[in-house]
């Protein structure tokens, strides 16, 4: 449910520092003291050899991909990567400051420079080794039966030692999205999808192979000779592989009545009485009366039988592997680096580890992010912005009001009940209205892998101390320097950081065309998420609950079938397609975001007489603008590995996939039918 990638379920001027960055400069690997600024629009990023009607993508972004090569410590570059990485480089600055001990700093300046300065001193890392992992191999070595793993597995998850045998957390009820209860979910794997472990072509088989090495050089630095290290590997692959095939598929997982079944806690003890419930919820201090949802049942009923059938000594090994392997990006480089070689190299492409200050500042913004954020904030996001923003959005909720009201194969019943949802929908522009404290954190200057494992256990505790408690509705699923933006459905709110309202992507400096075209479109990307396949089985509340007539959900779904039928005819790399089914609340997120941008900014534009810009009239500015935020280079195992496994559609498709189905498109470039950029039975939900 965001513009970008991610896990689911997750102006005053004198504020304003800007820096003249010439568009085919490079980010200097040296602390900004102020962020660059590039247009909304680049006409330097066109490529006007191509013909916008045959290959828009490439009209609007080819001169882009030239200038831009994929940095060697990137899996790929694009718009957003690009604005993020001179973010870390702004907050790199920041943090270099306060990392330097003086005595007027404030609690929160302590916090975040000391665990930078920890994390950046490099020698200390080195020099222990593994040894920070000792106290929790010793406590896997100690264990007596299988059964007394349960506590243990407790102490690991809440260390953010990874996910072993499975996923626990916190997470609104999808019944009665007022409460909070607890979440039980499939985990346990080393590779980035289920179908890793199952598919059977060459690629798939090539990556199993690569893991295995992978399983077997972590367990040899750990001390294991060769023999002992392959028979850990074909441990740790086997009871993966089991766990694998009992979890549910990414596109079986965007149906929320599959994940979600609520259960007592004696329920779930008959699924799987081999594991020792009671003791896990009194490790993680989660009452045992609470509620559940068990979201995968028949992973927990694998679960169950694997517990019975392996032997103790298989779960050690297995446990172990999630310790280390979970850890090996905080400890010394040599498993630092396997970690790298494996999930970055094999799996994505990047040549090259990205520098320790940014792997530090990253760290950084996950653990204390609103600290961290409240001086980005400062520094880079003044109201003006925030009020501009704020206006574009109720203008894209008014003209998703009057289509609602248009449609012509939705009943009136439903109309109302999509109205009284959009009427309920919440805006949450830049940063919390409140900042999360930190007081209760513990960070030790010279303890950087202390400060991981305490900052990850502070914030899985503040998630699971939301067990049993009214929802926060204020709450915030980003960081404010994150370059993205998202929509929940059971707070019915859109979220965008401050980070995502910087140019180019919002261009306070550029006229509205462009910037309904990127950000406006952005905004109804993730309003349309609220009316998309998964958003729209929520109701105005949050609860899953259909509201749908049943002959307007089949005209809904014959509207998607459409575009998952689009999308699935999409070569990606190879002979490897699209998932259209998996993409599918993206891609109806991008067409119906961008026909409400479109719509919104004509209605504010209505009065205004609006003329060419640098040979370009107001509409073909719209629809650049609407393409550039996705100017991108990707390398060929990134785009595979996305391909498997992200609900968003490559960028080049996102692009002309939605100017493929609008005729206000075809109208601006003059595009005749039968060009690839004209559809002959075009797309339209929203």
């Known amino acids: 449910m965001t513009r970008r990638s991610l896990p689911r379920w997750t102006l005053a001027a004198a504020l304003v520092l800007v820096a003249p960055l010439s568009p085919a400069a490079d980010t200097p690997d040296q602390p900004l003291k102020a962020l660059p600024y590039s247009p909304g629009l680049d006409l330097g990023n ?17 001169g882009w991909q030239q200038k831009n090569p994929i940095p060697p410590d990137q899996s790929g570059w694009d718009v957003y990567s690009k604005l993020n990485d001179e973010n870390l480089h702004f907050l790199w600055g920041l943090l270099g400051d306060v990392a330097q001990p003086r005595a007027e700093r404030t609690p929160s300046e302590q916090k975040t420079g000391d665990y930078f300065a920890s994390c950046m001193d490099e020698a200390a890392i080195d020099a222990a080794g593994i040894g920070p992992l000792k106290p929790a191999l010793e406590r896997i070595a100690a264990l007596g039966t299988v059964k007394a793993a349960a506590p243990l597995v407790g102490v690991l998850h809440l260390a953010g030692a990874g996910d072993p045998l499975f996923r626990f957390g916190s997470e609104q009820d999808f019944a009665n999205s007022a409460q909070v209860i607890a979440s039980a979910d499939a985990g346990g794997l080393g590779l980035p999808d289920r179908d890793y472990y199952l598919k059977t072509d060459a690629k ?27 028979a850990a590997a ?31 806690l004696a329920q779930l003890r008959k699924i799987a009485p081999s594991f020792d ?32 059938q392996r032997p103790l000594a298989d779960w050690k090994t297995y446990l172990r592997w999630n310790v280390v392997n979970s850890q090996a990006p905080y400890l010394a480089q040599p498993y630092a680096q396997a970690y790298f070689d494996f999930y970055s190299t094999k799996l994505r492409g990047v040549e090259k580890m990205p520098p320790r200050w940014k792997r530090c500042v990253r760290w950084v913004d996950r653990d204390m992010g609103e600290a961290l954020g409240q001086v980005f904030v400062k520094h880079t996001f003044a109201p003006e912005t925030k009020e501009r923003a704020a206006t574009m959005a109720k203008a894209i909720e008014s003209a ?20 009284k949802k959009l009427a309920t929908l919440v805006n949450k522009i830049g940063y919390p209205e409140k900042w999360r404290d930190y007081s209760a954190l513990d960070v030790r200057r010279g303890d950087f892998f202390g400060n991981v494992e305490r900052g990850q256990a502070f914030e899985t505790r503040r998630q699971l101390d939301k067990v049993g408690k009214p929802v926060d509705r204020a709450e915030w699923g980003m960081t404010p320097p994150t370059v993205n933006a998202y929509y929940d459905a059971q707070l019915n709110s859109m979220n965008f950081p401050a980070g995502i309202l910087q140019p180019p992507l919002f261009d306070p400096k550029m006229d509205d065309a462009p910037n309904y075209g990127n950000t406006g479109s952005t905004i109804g990307h993730e309003l349309t998420h609220g009316f998309d396949d998964e958003g729209r089985q929520f109701d105005a509340e949050g609860n899953l609950k259909d509201w749908w007539g049943k002959k307007d959900a089949a005209e809904f779904n014959k509207r998607t079938a459409c575009i998952v039928e689009q999308y699935s005819g999409y070569t990606v790399i190879d002979d490897l397609k699209i998932n259209g089914r998996l993409t599918l609340g993206e891609d109806v997120a991008d067409l119906g975001g961008t026909v409400l941008a479109y ?13 060419p810009v640098d040979g370009f009239t107001p509409e073909q500015r719209f629809f650049i603008g609407m393409a550039q935020w996705g100017c991108s280079n990707e390398r060929p195992q990134t785009l595979r590995l996305r391909t498997l496994t992200d609900p968003h559609s490559p960028n080049r498709y996102r692009v002309n996939g939605v100017v493929a189905n609008m005729p206000e498109f075809a109208r601006a470039f003059s595009c005749k039918p039968g060009q690839p950029m004209v559809r002959a039975k075009t797309c339209k939900v929203w």
Not at 599 to 611: I, P, S
């Open 46 to 62: 066109l490529d006007r050899s191509a013909d916008a009607c045959t290959d828009f993508y490439r009209f609007a972004c080819g």
């Open 204 to 230: 798939s088989k090539d990556i199993r192979a690569a893991y295995r090495a992978h399983i077997v050089r972590v367990f040899e630095l750990m001390g294991e000779s060769r023999p002992a290290a392959e």
């Open 234 to 264: 074909t441990t740790v692959t086997g009871i993966e592989t089991e766990l694998a095939k009992s979890s549910l598929t990414r596109e079986q997982r965007r149906d929320p009545y599959k994940v979600y079944h609520r259960m007592s």
């Open 277 to 308: 419930w009671p003791a896990y919820l009194k490790a993680v201090a989660v009452p045992a009366g609470t509620p559940i949802n068990v979201a995968q049942p028949a992973f927990f009923r694998k679960l169950e039988r694997l517990l019975r």
């Open 400 to 419: 998703m009001h009057e289509r609602i009201a248009s449609l012509p194969w939705m009943s009136p019943k439903t109309k109302q009940a999509a109205q």
């Open 599 to 611: 719509m919104a900014w004509k209605a504010v534009t209505e009065n205004q007489r609006l003329a």
